[in-house]
């Protein structure tokens, strides 16, 4: 399977909550980390700076659902 970036995340809780989104979607997803941040989960037990890749079939779909979630979370004007 082909896997293509879609969203950088602060941590593994940020990019743990977007992939459940995207889970329910059935939006297949895996997490990348990047240089040494993939020895601080290792260390920590809590990754930062996390990649969230989907599927490429699934890419424009995802896209669409990451918008979604996004304008949904925005703050609302006063």
């Known amino acids: 399977m082909e896997w293509i970036f879609l969203v950088n995340c602060r941590d593994e809780i940020?990019?743990?909550?977007?992939?459940?989104v995207?889970?329910?979607?059935?939006?297949p997803t895996m997490e990348k980390y990047s240089g040494a941040d993939g020895y601080m989960k290792i260390i920590s037990g809590l990754g930062k700076n996390v990649d969230?890749?989907?599927?490429?079939?699934?890419?424009?779909?995802?896209?669409?659902?990451?918008?979604a979630l996004q304008e949904e979370l925005e703050?609302?004007?006063?």
Not at 52 to 65: F, K, N
């Open 14 to 20: 940020e990019a743990g909550m977007i992939m459940g």
């Open 75 to 78: 703050p609302v004007e006063p």
């Open 52 to 67: 969230i890749m989907v599927a490429a079939s699934h890419h424009a779909r995802a896209t669409e659902v990451l918008a």
């Open 22 to 27: 995207l889970k329910e979607e059935g939006i």
